[in-house]
C-alpha cells in the first residue's frame, strides 16, 4: 500500500519529524519490484531500520522501507555455517539467532541498531570486528533492469564504515539478503579494553560467544543512549584517520590522546569522541538537542529536534575540532 503524505517519525531512530510524499514498505520481490515500476520517473530513498540516517528536510518521491524477512542456515563445511538473512531482518535478531546455535563471528557486534541489509552498506563495526570479517556475499537488486546480482566481499569493495554502495553503486541497487559465514572453531576477540573489564565484573572465567555477546551489550547500553527513549543514530561521526607525523605532533602537546593502529598502514585513527569531547562539548544542550553526555560521538535528539539543527551542530563541532586539532572530521550517518 502506498501512503501519501505521511511522518518519517516512527522510521528514523533520531526521532525527526519530516514527512514523505509517498512510503510504502515491501517484503517480497514481487512487491519491490511492483513499487520500482511505481515509482519509476520519481525520486527514490530506501530505508531499513532508519537507524545511521539524519533527515533533514522533507523527501520528495518515494521512501520505501525493507521489510524482507527470513533467516535462513544454507550451507555448511567442515569449519563454517552459511546463513542468509533477509536485507529487513533486524540486525540483533540474526545476532541472537547465531548465538543461540553456536555459529561464532559476530558476537562482538551484537546490539547494533538497524537491519542485515544495512550491515554491508556501512561495514557496521565494533569491539574489534567489523561485518566484513563475517560476510560471505549477498544479493542486490539492480534498480534500472530489476535483475538480482551477487557480490562477495572483494565486490563490496569494504572499508572502514564504507561499501561500494555507499560510493560508486550509491543508489543503484537494493540490497535484498545478507550471507554471514560463521565460525564452528570461534576465535574470541576481546582485546578491546572494554570487553575484558565487562567480563572481570561479570565474573566471566571461560569464554563463550555467549559470555561475550553479553558484554557487548552492557557495555553499549551504559554509553550508548536507547533510541526508543533519546532520539540518536549512534557515532555521528568517524573516527579519522591521520598521518603518523600528525599524530606524534599531537601526542606531543596531548599525551592522552586514544590512537589505534590502522592494518597494513602507518596512519593511525584517532578517537572522535575524545577530540569532540577536549573542544568542550560533551553533555552539551541547546535546546531539545545536543551532544550525549557520556559519548561525545553521538549527538542526541530530546524530542522535537529539527533535524537542520542537528546538522548545524555537527557543522560547529566540525569547525571546532578543526580549529583546536587541525583533524577534519567526517560524518558517518547519512545526512538526507
Ligand atoms: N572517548 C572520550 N570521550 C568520549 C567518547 C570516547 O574520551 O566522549 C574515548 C574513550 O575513552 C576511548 C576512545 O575514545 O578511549 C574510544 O571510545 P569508544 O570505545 O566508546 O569507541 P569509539 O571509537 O568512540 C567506535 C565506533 C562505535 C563502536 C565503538 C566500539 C566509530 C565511528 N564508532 O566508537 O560504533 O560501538 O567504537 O567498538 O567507529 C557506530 O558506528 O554507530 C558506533 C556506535
Known amino acids: 500500500m502506498i501512503q501519501k503524505n505521511i511522518s518519517l517519525l516512527p522510521y528514523n531512530t533520531f526521532g525527526i519529524d519530516i514527512s514523505a510524499e509517498y512510503f510504502a514498505a515491501f517484503s517480497s520481490i514481487d512487491e519491490l519490484k511492483n513499487l520500482l515500476e511505481e515509482s519509476k520517473h520519481k525520486n527514490k530513498t530506501i530505508i531499513g531500520g532508519g537507524s545511521n540516517i539524519l ?30 538473512a533477509g536485507a529487513g531482518v533486524v540486525w540483533n535478531d540474526l545476532v541472537q539467532y547465531c548465538i543461540r546455535n553456536n555459529y561464532a563471528g559476530i558476537e562482538n557486534l551484537s546490539l547494533i541498531p538497524g537491519c542485515a541489509g544495512a550491515a554491508p552498506m556501512q561495514n557496521i563495526g565494533a569491539y574489534g570486528i567489523e561485518l566484513k570479517d563475517a560476510f560471505h556475499e549477498l544479493e542486490a537488486l539492480h534498480v534500472e533492469d530489476g535483475n538480482i546480482q551477487i557480490f562477495n566481499a572483494k565486490d563490496c569493495e569494504f572499508g572502514y564504515r564504507e561499501s561500494i554502495f555507499k560510493r560508486k553503486l550509491k543508489g543503484r541497487y537494493i540490497i535484498t539478503s545478507i550471507t554471514l559465514r560463521l565460525s564452528k572453531n570461534p576465535e574470541y576477540h576481546i582485546e578491546y579494553g572494554a570487553i575484558k573489564q565487562e567480563l572481570d565484573k561479570m565474573n566471566i572465567s571461560e569464554l563463550s560467544i555467549q559470555n561475550i555477546s553479553q558484554a557487548v551489550i552492557n557495555i553499549r547500553r551504559s554509553k550508548l543512549p536507547d533510541p526508543k527513549i533519546i532520539g540518536n543514530a549512534g557515532s555521528f561521526f568517524k573516527n579519522p584517520a591521520v598521518s603518523e607525523a600528525q599524530y606524534l605532533f ?41 551532544v550525549h553526555a557520556l559519548q561525545a ?8 529536534a529539527k533535524g537542520s539543527d542537528i546538522y548545524s551542530l555537527s557543522e560547529k563541532i566540525i569547525k571546532s575540532v578543526k580549529e583546536k586539532f587541525n583533524i577534519e572530521l567526517e560524518r558517518e550517518v547519512n545526512i538526507i
Open 55 to 84: 533527515f533533514t528536510k522533507n523527501i520528495e518521491g518515494f521512501v520505501l522501507k525493507n521489510e524482507l524477512k527470513g533467516i535462513e542456515l544454507i550451507n555448511e563445511d567442515e569449519n563454517f555455517f552459511y546463513v542468509k
Open 250 to 290: 599531537l601526542k606531543e602537546k596531548y599525551p592522552l590522546i586514544p590512537a589505534y593502529n590502522i592494518a597494513e598502514s602507518s596512519d593511525k585513527k584517532i578517537a572522535a569522541g575524545w577530540l569532540i569531547e577536549q573542544c568542550g562539548w560533551k553533555g552539551y544542550r541547546e535546546g531539545n538537542f545536543g
Open 297 to 304: 560521538l553521538v549527538l542526541v535528539n530530546y524530542g522535537g
